[in-house]
T-cell receptor, first 110, second 114 residues
């Protein structure tokens, strides 16, 4: 199976740090992606992990542990505009099959 | 401007009336996909294509058809729409399968089937 699980909702304060977790069944995926989606808009790419470890990209970082089927997205110095849904997705090298989690809706409060 | 376009953006139709949602990308991408997004279920892949004339089923293909006659276009066809196909649909494209090749999404098509 290729279930991808992430929390439904999270709330955090402006300026703080928040970690959004994603777990998946270890068979089948070669890469783990994170997307941001504002209400009523299309998803936009944030980051990807192929190897274990932390990938940093400005205020956003993503971590992957393939053996544990676990990833997280870390958002630092939260801003109000970071209020959005964050989608975790698994992809394969050999085809265009991609599976998404249901998304985590993050609300940033002043 | 590099983009994925979809038409129409909004559509209200009735059960059984065939419809097509068009998708076009101007980035010369080989790989294209269709997704539907429903509350609580997230994005689910309907069909994907790896190149012209190469398509494959995703997670939820029932009730849908696709074609890939040209590289830039990947229309989604609903031969006989039903109310359970009411959803928000996204088309996406990417240049390659390596993890660094991000997917670019179209703006979405909100479909209501009465």
């Amino acid at each position: 199976g290729q279930n991808i699980d992430q929390p439904t909702e999270m709330t955090a304060t402006e300026g703080a740090i928040v970690q959004i977790n994603c777990t998946y069944q270890t068979s089948g995926f070669n890469g783990l992606f994170w997307y941001q989606q504002h209400a009523g808009e299309a998803p936009t790419f944030l980051s990807y992990n192929v190897l274990d470890g932390l990938e940093e990209k400005g205020r956003f970082s993503s971590f992957l542990s393939r053996s544990k089927g676990y990833s997280y997205l870390l958002l630092k110095e939260l801003q109000m505009k970071d209020s959005a849904s964050y989608l975790c997705a698994g992809g394969k090298y050999n085809n265009n099959d991609m599976r998404f989690g249901a998304g985590t809706r993050l609300t940033v409060k002043p | 401007e590099a983009q994925v376009t979809q038409n129409p953006r909004y559509l209200i139709t009735v059960t059984g009336k065939k419809l097509t949602v068009t998708c076009s990308q101007n980035m010369n991408h080989e790989y294209m996909s269709w997704y539907r997004q429903d509350p609580g279920l997230g994005l689910r892949q309907i069909y994907y294509s790896m190149n012209v004339e190469v398509t494959d089923k995703g997670d939820v293909p029932e009730g849908y058809k696709v074609s890939r006659k040209e590289k830039r276009n990947f229309p989604l066809i609903l031969e006989s729409p039903s109310p359970n196909q009411t959803s928000l649909y996204f088309c996406a494209s990417r240049s390659g399968l390596a993890a660094g090749n991000e997917q670019f999404f179209g703006p979405g098509t909100r479909l209501t089937v009465l």
